[in-house]
């Protein structure tokens, strides 16, 4: 499974971050927040749970950017190696051909003074 393909799976995961809890079970998690720290105390702790889930996934994207950006990083190298090694080809291929040239006009060359 490649990297792209589990950012991918995470990012279905995080938008279903509640899982299988439905109103019900939040308002029993709820009550029971209530219970436990009191009406005084609980809009400081949703505020702060809140901030900590905005900087949690705010951190996750950003490292997720960093990552897709190394990724395509490798990729382009890869790609100028391929480019760099067929400009080689090329360049080895026009040598030779030009090579070749040369060659058939000195033998041309010598079989004409041959001739003459």
Request: aromatic share 6%.
């Amino acid at each position: 499974m490649g990297i792209q393909a589990i950012f991918a799976e995470h990012s279905r995961e995080r938008k279903n971050m509640f899982g299988n809890i439905g109103f019900p079970e939040l308002l029993v998690i709820l009550t029971i927040a209530l219970l436990i720290f009191g009406p005084k105390k609980l809009p400081e702790i949703g505020r702060s749970i809140g901030k900590a889930m905005r900087e949690f996934r705010r951190t996750s994207d950003e490292i997720k950017e960093k990552i897709e950006e190394e990724i395509q990083a490798e990729e382009f190298k890869e790609i100028k190696e391929e480019i760099d090694r067929d400009i080689k080809d090329i360049q080895e291929g026009v040598k030779t051909d030009i090579a070749d040239e040369i060659y058939k006009d000195v033998d041309k060359d010598e079989e004409g003074e041959k001739t003459s």
